[in-house]
């Protein structure tokens, strides 16, 4: 039959999936675990755009992706947003997280004091080559503080606030079963500010980082200083249906609180996401703190920014390019060649 | 503050335009404060004074952008009656649409830059509800000759044009649905002389010819005179003087208003 | 008495993948598109295991419609067998179990991408359109929140001035597909980038379209037996594509829809755009018996 020529697309796609799958290999409970652990800031910064916090099921993401990024984010969506919503923990205040790092930029010393905790900031970025020579690149030994830093810090905006320095926001007495979710309702404009954040920290980090440093370089009215940067780990304290509560264990987040100067006081911008992603948490508090008052359609504006740093959707948008488009082609070139035919003259027939 | 405006020599009927104890404030500046008008049919109310005196925001008030902090106003039309500044946002617009004229000072205000002429008055006319392109190209070709715009140059987009063009393109706009009401802001302010004096002439044989009521703001007491039959003058937010235009020229009362006329004679 | 008796097994995935909780707000965002005609109603659109753009909003509607007994039929650009058609239909079958088609007059809900099929659709069908823009004001205004108000207003002066900027300048209205159109006579939507040809399949159509944009997560509806007139000009006819006179080079079949083949010699040739009707019209010349339904166009006509 003269139509089993254009058959094979069926076949095809199926034979395409498998090379990529082949090219991939065996997946295991060990590459998964091995992914796990020598990644744990990849790890970090799927769940924090998947808005999953499960680093075995991330790292299941990532085996299963090849690590390519958006297809894992998108698996672990598509499985997170069919599971049952079967608690919602407690709200917990910054005072409460258990600090691994916590900076400021604002004052040399703060209460509390400077943790600069684990990070790569003062490195010097060069290969260890030598690891490809057959030699193992072992860490240098960790010499502990005299006196360890507190483990639970105050917050600076607290202070600033106490200091006439800054308003902080009204405090929000939603009760947690009611905070609007993002995943479960639409987002409109202007956005609820619990929406808001929740985008922020599902946010993709490449496109908040796009976004946030246009603002930075002066596309944006504020200038940020960080004022209090935070990784630490979130007690998850859930209620029992007998009343009683109790932790379900921690998990890791990171904030980013930054302000900027408005007249006598300061503005604050926020963004916190779940896993350590500084860049994230930095770039989505910029953006929050220029959208106020932000003209539409620039790109520190809130639907502008929330809308296009939203990974899931603009990838797939982008990748949808590949999908035959010629019926709407074949359209918009019957309408260009008949305003052409139109537009050249044609001889009149004779009256 | 209320001043008596005496009757006007023009008309006996009701006022088409009635503005009452009009405030604004924009936080601590008072932008305009307490200022009533009249404008009766066919007349043209000229408000002078200089910028930041509170005109353009009144007049901005007047083609219902901007809410007063307090005040009434009403126009004499059939379809509409009370105080215009509590009608919600549907009907301001079909109003503005269909009875009010504006022709800003910036035509980035008025028009679209970037769309042909013609398709900026035809605009006006598609919101009204015209959906025969005939006619649409028909009466914004006539507008746009009524404002004196070269009409060879019908389709070419706003940007590609002189400024006295832009604002005939805008005049042509207010004009295209016989207004009940047309608000100019600075109309010719920014042109070249000649320019102005031709956009003038365009405006007041209009006036004369259609009988348009018009209210004008413009710091500029020349403009006021040529068009202006009666004056309103404005500063820091109220109105310090209002009269029949010819009795405030010759014969200014308040400081500030022959501190005005002095200044420019 | 135990916990085991008292719940479900434990399975990797809901019926019809999606959770209980979002076909129940997909449906009433579909009864809510359906009493207002054209209106977009916006949904918290879940994520599928589909890329975003590829019809995961087409694809939500139709998981939520569908049952062990829907057969379904899933076209992309007119075809059954495009890759991601034929990637939807085994996903929606693989999740429901519902039987699967490509016969359009056998099917009782039909997932399309740009296209309607050219045999009429009876009261008993459903057609989900997927949409990738659901804002017809977006060229005009891409700020959603703007033209949300714009649409409350019946604010379309802009849409008009699109065309009439088009006409100036090109002498005809140059929109493709997508062609904006007034629906019950309230709101203008777009009916999703299927071609002008297939615009007027949906006015007074017997059979119910749903509208679904993931990405953009918005719902619409076109019910049975309502209007749906292309915005235009009283006096400047609507047009659809001149394929009326264009006959498909494989089948034979006559006055559709077609696609454009760019031949070696620089002409071209074209082939039915609606896959199976051309298979159906093979069928049918080799002398298998093959059923047809009423189409919407004869002999390259709107009926």
Request: negative net charge; glycine residues 6%; contains cysteine.
């Amino acid at each position: 039959m003269a139509y089993v020529a254009t058959r094979g697309g069926e076949r095809a796609i199926e034979q395409s999936e498998r090379l990529f799958r082949s090219a991939m290999g065996e997946i295991t409970e060990d590459r998964v675990a091995e992914i796990k652990k020598a990644m744990p800031y990849l790890i970090d910064r799927v769940m924090g755009e998947a808005s999953l916090y499960d680093e075995d099921l991330a790292a299941l993401a990532l085996a299963q992706t090849g690590g390519e990024l958006f297809e894992a984010v998108l698996v672990l969506r598509a499985w997170r947003t069919t599971q049952p919503r079967l608690h919602v923990a407690e709200p917990i205040g910054q005072d409460e997280l258990f600090t691994h790092r916590r900076i400021s930029a604002a004052f040399k010393d703060i209460p509390g004091g400077q943790v600069l905790g684990p990070t790569l900031d003062y490195s010097h970025r060069v290969l260890a080559t030598e690891v490809l020579n057959g030699s193992t690149y072992a860490p240098e030994k960790v010499d502990a503080a005299d006196k360890p830093s507190p483990a639970y810090q105050p917050s600076v905006a607290v202070w600033q606030a106490e200091n006439d320095l800054l308003d902080l926001p009204e405090r929000d007495e939603t009760r947690p079963e009611d905070i609007p979710d993002v995943t479960r309702e639409p987002l409109l404009f202007p956005s609820k500010r619990a929406h808001t954040l929740q985008s922020l920290a599902r946010a993709e980090t490449g496109g908040a980082l796009a976004l946030g440093y246009a603002a930075m370089r002066g596309y944006g009215q504020a200038h940020p200083t960080v004022n209090e940067l935070r990784l630490a780990e979130a007690e998850i304290t859930v209620t029992h249906p007998k009343g009683t509560q109790f932790s379900a264990g921690r998990v890791k987040v990171s904030q980013a609180e930054v302000v900027s100067k408005k007249g006598e006081k300061l503005e604050l911008g926020f963004a916190a996401t779940m896993g350590w992603n500084e860049v994230k948490c930095i770039s989505a508090a910029t953006l929050d703190l220029n959208s106020k008052g932000a003209e539409k359609g620039s790109a520190t504006e809130e639907e502008f920014y929330l809308y296009h740093t939203e990974g899931v959707e603009s990838s797939g948008f982008c990748i949808h390019f590949k999908l035959p488009h010629y019926v709407t082609f074949q359209s918009s070139l019957d309408a260009m060649r008949n305003a052409k035919a139109k537009k050249s003259p044609k001889p009149e027939p004779a009256e | 503050m209320t001043i008596a405006i005496e009757a006007p020599r023009l008309v006996k009927a009701a006022p088409l335009l009635t503005a009452q104890n009009v405030s604004k404030n924009y936080g601590d500046v008072q932008a305009v404060r307490n200022v009533s008008a009249e404008v009766f049919p066919g007349e043209v109310l000229g408000i002078v004074g200089e910028s930041g005196s509170g005109k353009s925001t009144f007049l901005r008030m007047l083609n219902l952008e901007e809410t007063p902090d307090a005040g009434t106003y009403t126009l004499d039309l059939p379809e509409v009656d009370g105080n215009l500044f509590e009608l919600d946002r549907f009907a301001r617009r079909m109003l503005c649409a269909k009875r009010i004229g504006i022709v800003y000072q910036n035509p980035h205000l008025g028009l679209l830059m970037k769309h042909s002429s013609s398709g900026n008055v035809a605009e006006r006319l598609l919101v009204a509800g015209e959906r025969r392109f005939s006619v649409l190209r028909e009466k914004a070709q006539e507008a746009l000759e009524a404002s004196e715009f070269p009409i060879e140059r019908l389709d070419a987009p706003p940007i590609e044009l002189s400024g006295g063009m832009q604002q005939r393109v805008q005049l042509a706009k207010a004009i295209a649905l016989e207004p009940a009401l047309l608000l100019l802001d600075e109309p010719t302010t920014g042109l070249d002389v000649s320019v102005q004096a031709l956009v003038l002439d365009t405006l007041k044989r209009l006036q004369q010819e259609r009988k348009i009521t018009m209210v004008i703001v413009s710091h500029d007491l020349g403009v006021i005179r040529t068009l202006a039959d009666r004056v309103m003058v404005m500063r820091r937010g109220e109105v310090v003087e209002a009269g029949l235009a010819d009795q405030i020229f010759q014969d200014p009362q308040h400081a500030y208003t022959q501190q005005l006329v002095h200044a420019k004679l | 008495m135990s916990l085991s008796t008292l719940t479900k097994d434990w399975e990797p995935m809901s019926y019809g993948f999606l959770d209980a909780s979002a076909k129940r707000e997909i449906r009433r965002k579909m009864l809510k598109a359906v009493a207002v005609p054209g209106c977009q109603m916006p949904y918290a659109s879940r994520e599928v295991p589909m890329a975003r753009g590829w019809g995961t909003g087409g694809l939500q509607v139709s998981l939520t419609l569908i049952n062990p007994k829907t057969t379904v039929k899933v076209i992309d650009q007119g075809a059954d067998d495009s890759v991601n058609a034929a990637s939807i239909r085994r996903f929606l079958s693989r999740v429901s179990g519902a039987p699967t088609t490509l016969d359009t007059l056998d099917a009782d809900l039909i997932q399309s991408r740009h296209r309607i099929p050219e045999e009429k659709l009876r009261e008993d069908q459903v057609l989900v359109l997927q949409v990738p823009n659901p804002e017809p004001l977006r060229p005009v205004q891409p700020n959603m929140s703007i033209a949300r108000q714009m649409h409350a207003d019946a604010d379309y002066g802009r849409m008009w001035l699109q065309l009439y900027e088009q006409i100036v300048r090109s002498g005809r209205v140059m929109q493709g597909a997508s062609y904006p159109s007034m629906v019950n006579g309230r709101h203008v939507m777009t009916p999703s980038p299927i071609p002008r040809w297939d615009v007027p399949k949906l006015h007074m159509a017997k059979h119910l379209t749903i509208l679904s944009a993931g990405r953009e997560k918005r719902i619409h509806a076109v019910p049975p037996y309502t209007r749906v007139e292309p915005l235009v000009f009283d006096d400047v006819p609507y047009k659809v594509e001149e394929h009326g006179d264009l006959t498909c080079f494989r089948s034979g079949a006559k006055g559709f829809f077609m696609n454009e083949i760019p031949q070696d010699d620089g002409s071209s040739t074209y082939e039915i755009s609606d896959s199976e009707y051309g298979v159906k019209t093979i069928k049918q010349a080799e002398g298998t018996e093959t059923a047809f339904g009423e189409s919407w166009y004869q002999d390259g006509e709107m009926s």
